[in-house]
Structure formats: structure tokens, C-alpha cells
């Protein structure tokens, strides 16, 4: 019985001290889905590649029983580690978002970029309008001033008849 008793407390330190890796260094992405998240669950997890094994009975997994304070130290690093990976998940849920708000700036950036070039182009289209409308005025004022010579030297003889 003690030799069971020795076995289930070197069971329970090799969880805890990958449980306490993972609460120092951060929980690997592989691992999120297959980490405990229960007492139950810490008993019965298994992981040939970290060397942890099930534990022969979950009953032997109590705060009460004979391994009560390592069982609530792994109860611990189970907390810690969910409230680093709520924080993870808000993390990425306020990242996702902000890539979302990001993509959707970018998109209003290059719409008014656009604008602002069609309106660059109308104004250098207008400017172009305006110095031709003003040479053309000068041309007919030119033009008007002539006629009105013309019509002065016209008018004199008229009324000599």
C-alpha cells in the first residue's frame, strides 16, 4: 500500500511540475485541448512525451486525501493557467478585432485616397478649363477692341452721307 501511496505522490509532483512550467513559460498551443481542467481530469491525463501517467484511482485525487496539498497545488496552476488562457482568449478576441477595425481603416484609407485623386485630377482639369477660358477671353477682348476700332472708323463716314 505505501509503495501505491509513494507511486501516486511521484505521479502527482511530475503533473505539478509540468503544471508549473506551463503557469512560468506559457501553456504550448498542442497541449490546450488535451490539458486538465478537473481533479477527474488530472487524474486520468496522460502524456508519454511529458512522462506523465494516469493516476490508478481518481479517489486517490482528493483535497482530503492523503496527497490533499499536492492536489490543491495542482489545483493552483490549474487556476493560474485558466486565467492566463481567458486572458489569451480576450488577448485574441481584442486582436481579432482591432485586425478587423485595421482591415476596415485600410479599406476607408484607400476609398478616400481614391477620392482625393479624382478630385485632384477634376481641380487640375478645372485650372486647365480656366487658363484656356482665359485665353480665349483675351482673344475676344483683342477681338472686341478691333471691331470697335473698325466700327469708330465705320460710324464717321455714315454720317457724312
Given at each position: 500500500?505505501?509503495?501505491?501511496?509513494?507511486?501516486?505522490?511521484?505521479?502527482?509532483?511530475?503533473?505539478?511540475?509540468?503544471?508549473?512550467?506551463?503557469?512560468l513559460e506559457g501553456m504550448p498551443?498542442?497541449?490546450?485541448?488535451?490539458?486538465?481542467?478537473?481533479?477527474?481530469?488530472?487524474?486520468?491525463?496522460?502524456?508519454?512525451?511529458l512522462g506523465l501517467e494516469a493516476?490508478?484511482?481518481?479517489?486517490?485525487?482528493?483535497?482530503?486525501?492523503?496527497?490533499?496539498?499536492?492536489?490543491?497545488?495542482?489545483?493552483?496552476?490549474?487556476?493560474?493557467?485558466?486565467?492566463?488562457?481567458?486572458?489569451?482568449?480576450?488577448?485574441?478576441?481584442?486582436?481579432?478585432?482591432?485586425?478587423?477595425?485595421?482591415?476596415?481603416?485600410?479599406?476607408?484609407?484607400?476609398?478616400?485616397?481614391?477620392?482625393?485623386?479624382?478630385?485632384?485630377?477634376?481641380?487640375?482639369?478645372?485650372?486647365?478649363?480656366?487658363?484656356?477660358?482665359?485665353?480665349?477671353?483675351?482673344?475676344?477682348?483683342?477681338?472686341?477692341?478691333?471691331?470697335?476700332?473698325?466700327?469708330?472708323?465705320?460710324?464717321?463716314?455714315?454720317?457724312?452721307?
Open positions: 500500500m505505501a509503495s501505491n501511496v509513494n507511486r501516486t505522490r511521484e505521479k502527482l509532483a511530475c503533473k505539478i511540475a509540468v503544471l508549473r512550467r506551463w503557469a498551443p498542442e497541449q490546450r485541448d488535451r490539458a486538465p481542467k478537473s481533479i477527474r481530469q488530472l487524474a486520468s491525463w496522460t502524456d508519454a512525451g493516476i490508478g484511482s481518481p479517489n486517490a485525487v482528493s483535497t482530503k486525501g492523503p496527497h490533499g496539498e499536492l492536489v490543491k497545488e495542482a489545483l493552483d496552476y490549474l487556476g493560474r493557467l485558466r486565467v492566463v488562457e481567458r486572458r489569451a482568449e480576450k488577448k485574441g478576441e481584442r486582436l481579432a478585432r482591432l485586425d478587423a477595425e485595421l482591415a476596415e481603416a485600410r479599406e476607408r484609407m484607400g476609398k478616400l485616397a481614391g477620392a482625393w485623386h479624382m478630385a485632384r485630377e477634376r481641380a487640375s482639369e478645372l485650372e486647365d478649363d480656366c487658363a484656356s477660358q482665359a485665353a480665349r477671353i483675351g482673344e475676344l477682348e483683342a477681338e472686341n477692341a478691333r471691331l470697335k476700332r473698325l466700327l469708330a472708323d465705320v460710324v464717321p463716314l455714315r454720317r457724312k452721307e
